[in-house]
């Protein structure tokens, strides 16, 4: 199912009531994304969920405004807006509505009255303003038409019974009270000669002092289940981790804070037309439970963290792949590999990299980044250890990414593709990152930059 989704820019003047007597008129601008699950039509009534920032001179400045918006022209001839902010320390609600008219429809459409209070009682009233020179172009050019995806329906397994196919179930997460970086990994490999599929994977800490440790589960008998990966007293089902490996044990409820990530590009996901494609069902996800190892148990309160899934033909010829929880909303997916096919492994790393920013995803489209566009989005990867790196650019916007996996901090693991032959991964949940992100105003100029001091999740891996 597709949603709605845009941006909207209202500017207008606000009297307070207790400025009445001085007649101190103030400006007042919304810069407001609004989000909806379902396509926006006049016709019918539209619920839509609002962010953004109010800004009110000498005022308010919030840039966390949240609200609703209730879109319905025809129907009930409005357009709605309930948006609460903060301004010197006092929660208020803007309450407004376009009343729309066919006689006057610019205006109508145009011009929002509206009311401020505070718990429930009357604090000022003004009239806000679409700026059609100004503002009409970027308004029309933000739609944006997303697939509202669950994340739960992209647990249930892809194996379709074809022989020499790998399907992984991984989750990663970092414990904020120990700082201690967390590894579920569960995979299904269908071996390339036609012999029973086995279930197998891994579990493994990452405390700040002390040594990595890991316990293996499996190989049993793949045994079909519908709704994700269970196997050797190990499930992993939507909202709920649980299993045994060695000296391991877990038990995680996992509550997913966003949509699904499409690292590869989404089509190659349902169609499996790429010798592997990953996504995120869970991209931002926090986790409740125990997780305990030896004498460690580890009680886990709202640990950051983000589940996600492979599929395909097994692994690169190389490979480096990070997710970065950047803070406030943010997370960062990249995918750089070098393929086993005869003719692309001579290539560099065609990268795949995904930034969820103040709710957009960058680049637009997730092929860009592997194949260009007209020459103007390039990236590129230089892989090792214990550095690599990955810089990239889109016409408008580029990135720099650092990442670091001390040694100390890595674990290295060997396993098997389907095809027989060994691939080794060096893992690291608790490496250092460094991302920055520019944007093009007649010259490069700094826009976001975040560093992340043993929270990134990282590996770097062979056959």
């Not at 029309?140 to 997303?146: A, D, I, T």
């Not at 197998?200 to 800490?205: E, K, L, M, S």
């Not at 590869?264 to 997780?291: E, N």
């Amino acid at each position: 199912m597709r949603g709605t989704a845009f941006t909207e820019t209202m500017l207008g003047t606000v009297l307070l009531d207790g400025e009445q007597h001085t007649k101190q008129v103030r400006r007042i601008r919304l810069d407001l994304r609004a989000e909806a699950d379902r396509i926006l039509l006049p016709h019918r009534t539209t619920e839509a969920r609002l962010s953004g920032r109010v800004r009110i001179t000498g005022w308010a400045d919030d840039p966390c405004a949240e609200g609703e918006l209730e879109v319905s022209p025809l129907a009930r001839r409005r357009i709605r807006y309930r948006l609460t902010f903060t301004a010197n320390g006092r929660v208020l609600t803007l309450d407004g509505w376009k009343s729309v008219t066919p006689r006057n429809p610019v205006t109508s459409m145009t011009v929002l009255p509206f009311t401020l209070y505070e718990d429930a009682a009357r604090v000022g009233e003004g009239a806000l303003r679409f700026p059609l020179a100004t503002g009409l172009a970027p308004f029309l050019l933000s739609f944006r038409f997303p697939r509202r995806d669950t994340g739960a329906e992209h647990l249930a397994p892809r194996w379709n019974g074809a022989p020499g196919r790998t399907e992984v179930w991984y989750t990663t997460l970092t414990d904020p009270q120990s700082g201690t970086g967390l590894w579920l990994h569960h995979e299904l490999t269908a071996p390339a000669d036609g012999s029973e599929p086995t279930a197998h994977g891994w579990a493994a800490a990452f405390p700040r002092a002390g040594e990595v440790r890991h316990a293996r589960f499996g190989p049993v008998p793949w045994t079909k289940p519908a709704d994700g990966f269970t196997a050797d007293r190990v499930a992993a089902t939507p909202g709920r981790l649980t299993g045994t490996a060695g000296e391991f044990a877990w038990d995680l409820a996992e509550r997913a804070e966003g949509p699904p990530l499409f690292t590869f590009p989404r089509w190659s996901w349902r169609r499996a037309l790429l010798p592997a494609a990953q996504m995120l069902p869970a991209a931002r996800a926090t986790y409740d439970g125990t997780f305990s190892y030896g004498e460690q148990k580890l009680t886990l309160h709202g640990a950051p963290g983000a589940s996600a899934r492979i599929y395909g033909h097994g692994n690169a010829r190389r490979w480096a792949w990070l997710h970065a929880d950047l803070g406030g909303g943010d997370v960062l997916e990249i995918v750089a590999a070098v393929s086993t096919r005869p003719g692309l492994r001579r290539l560099p790393p065609l990268v795949f990299l995904r930034l969820r920013h103040h709710g957009r995803t960058w680049p637009r489209r997730a092929e860009r980044p592997a194949i260009g566009l007209l020459g103007l989005a390039r990236f590129r990867a230089r892989i090792g250890l214990p550095e690599w790196t990955v810089t990239g650019r889109t016409a408008l916007r580029r990135i720099r990414v650092e990442v670091t996996q001390p040694a100390d901090r890595t674990l290295t693991l060997d396993y098997r593709d389907p095809d027989g032959s060994r691939a080794t991964c060096r893992n690291s949940e608790s490496a250092d990152a460094r991302v920055v992100l520019e944007r093009w105003w007649g010259r490069w100029r700094p826009e976001t930059a975040w560093t992340l001091g043993a929270t990134a999740h990282a590996e770097v891996g062979e056959r």
